[in-house]
C-alpha cells in the first residue's frame, strides 16, 4: 500500500505561532506547489492558533497535515487530511517518545487511527527548541544516526524518519547515512534550507525536503526556488 508520502518530495512547515512576511498570505504559500503542508511548532502553539492557520489554508488546494507538539493543541477539523505526530527516537525524556502519545490516548480515548501516522525524529541541532525541550542528545556520529534510523524503520516499523536540524542546516553525511539505512520509509529532512542550492544539496539523500523559517522570514519566491530544487533532485 501507498502512503501519500511515497510521491513526495517538499513540505512546508508552518508555524501558527510566527507570522508571515508583510504581503504574503497563506494561500500565497499554498500556492508554491509545495506537495504538502504540516502546521505545527514547538513553543507558542494553542488550538486557537492552529485552527486560525488550518482555516486559511483550508480553501486552498494542497494537503494539510497538523503536527502536534503535545496532545492539548490537537484539533479536529475536516479540512486535516490527518496527523503527522512525532516522536523523538534521540529524547532525553521518555515523555518525548512515547510519554506524550500515552497521555493523548489516555485523555482522547478514540483515534482516527488511519490518519494517525508517527514520524521517527532524529533531533540533532542543539540550539533548537525540539533539542531543548526533548533533552535530545544531539552528539551524534553519522554511524549512530544511520543506526537510529535503520531500529526506527526495522524495530519500529516506522514509515518516516526525520532528520531535523530546525533553525540550522545540517551535514549531508548524516542525512545521506540515514538513507543508507532506510529500506522502506521515507526520509524526511528538514532545517536551514534557505535557497535552491541548499535545498538541492539535502533533496539528494533525503525523500521529502521540509522547509519551515524560509516561509516566516522571506516569502514565497524563496520557497518556490527550494520546491523547484525538490523535484530537480528527484
Ligand atoms: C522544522 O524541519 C523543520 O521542524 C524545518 O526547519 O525551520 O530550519 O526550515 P527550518
Redesign the pocket.
Known amino acids: 500500500m501507498t502512503a501519500p508520502w511515497d510521491d513526495w518530495n517538499h513540505v512546508l512547515?508552518i508555524d501558527p505561532d510566527k507570522d508571515l512576511p508583510e504581503g504574503i498570505t497563506y494561500g500565497d504559500l499554498c500556492a508554491t506547489g509545495t506537495d504538502a503542508i504540516e502546521i505545527?511548532g514547538t513553543m507558542g502553539i494553542t488550538e486557537e492558533n492552529m485552527e486560525a492557520v488550518v482555516e486559511a489554508c483550508a480553501e486552498h488546494d494542497v494537503p494539510l497535515y497538523q503536527e502536534p507538539s503535545n496532545p492539548d493543541v490537537v484539533i479536529d477539523n475536516e479540512a486535516l487530511e490527518g496527523y503527522l505526530i512525532p516522536t523523538v527516537f534521540n529524547a532525553g525524556s521518555p515523555f518525548w517518545i512515547t510519554g506524550a502519545h500515552k497521555e493523548w490516548v489516555r485523555i482522547d480515548g478514540d483515534l482516527e487511527w488511519d490518519r494517525t501516522t508517527l514520524e521517527a525524529y532524529i533531533v540533532l541541532n542543539p540550539e533548537a527548541d525540539?533539542a531543548q525541550l526533548t533533552e535530545a542528545d544531539c552528539e551524534l556520529s553519522a554511524d549512530d544516526v544511520a543506526a537510529y534510523a535503520k531500529i526506527a524503520e526495522r524495530m519500529f516499523g516506522q514509515e518516516i524518519v526525520?532528520v531535523?536540524?530546525?533553525?540550522?542546516l545540517g551535514e549531508e553525511a548524516i542525512v545521506e547515512a540515514a538513507d543508507g539505512a532506510v529500506d522502506e520509509a521515507t526520509l524526511f529532512?528538514?532545517?536551514?534550507?534557505h535557497d535552491y542550492d541548499s535545498a538541492y544539496g539535502m533533496a539528494q539523500h533525503a525523500d521529502v525536503i521540509?522547509?519551515?523559517?524560509?516561509a516566516h522570514e522571506d516569502g514565497v519566491d524563496a520557497v518556490r526556488e527550494t520546491v523547484d530544487a525538490a523535484s530537480d533532485a528527484a
Open positions: 512547515k505545527g525540539v526525520y531535523e536540524y530546525s533553525g540550522m529532512y528538514g532545517g536551514g534550507i521540509v522547509v519551515g523559517n524560509l
